[in-house]
């Protein structure tokens, strides 16, 4: 177990690293991966046929999977089952993704990739970790089910002050047309014949990888059930 020492000196070197490197961690992202826009944070909750927003300006001639990652907040919930419409989860499994080694390889986790040369660890990272996106599989609903369900219940009394909520800021609503939903997966990998200097370096290492996905990245590095990402539609 990580020491409160270790993590110290984690948080002290990542945010040194960070300063000193000015690079944007934030540039990587999943969406073409997946075929769809990243949602960062990822969580649980988010519900097909729903009204969300996002503090930004939409660009429509923008695709959407090019976009930054977004966090969606809530306008309005749907009643899907009024409507008469089921969501579609058939033949929509989606293939592991190796989010460790993409992140590394276009330079993100530097500041636990210096850390591991600072204390002698040898190889690249995902020698010893494992971060994957697994169980993945696509919810959706057709744009036609979408555009019946925001004409019949966007203006029903629960829902009549979405646009109010949002025009002051000049924020993009967005109703989700379909989510990937997955387990976030970080692990240590079997290596054998570590001794024990490597092995109290690599728990440093460990903890600067989960820091740096948590806060620099802003990505949870473990859960089950998580949306990682959404297509939509913009609504006005």
Known sequence: MTSGFEITRVCAFLLISVMLSGCNPTSVTLGGELGVRELRPPKQGINVGALYYVRENSDLNTPEIERDPAKLEKLCEFDISRAGIALDTVGDEVSDVDILQKYLAQGQLSASSQL??????????????????????EVSISSVDADNIFSSQAFLEKCRGWRANIENNNWSAYQITAITIGDLVFSR???????????????????????????????????SG???????????
């Open 116 to 137: 591991a040369a600072s204390l002698g660890v040898s190889g690249k990272l995902d020698r010893y970790f494992s971060f994957v996106l697994t169980n993945a599989r």
């Open 189 to 223: 990998n079997a290596v054998r014949n570590l001794d024990a200097t490597l092995e109290a370096n690599l728990r440093q290492v460990e903890a600067s990888i989960q820091l740096e996905l948590s806060t620099t990245l802003r990505t949870k590095f473990s859960g």
């Open 226 to 236: 998580l949306v990682v990402g959404f297509n939509s539609i913009v609504r006005q």
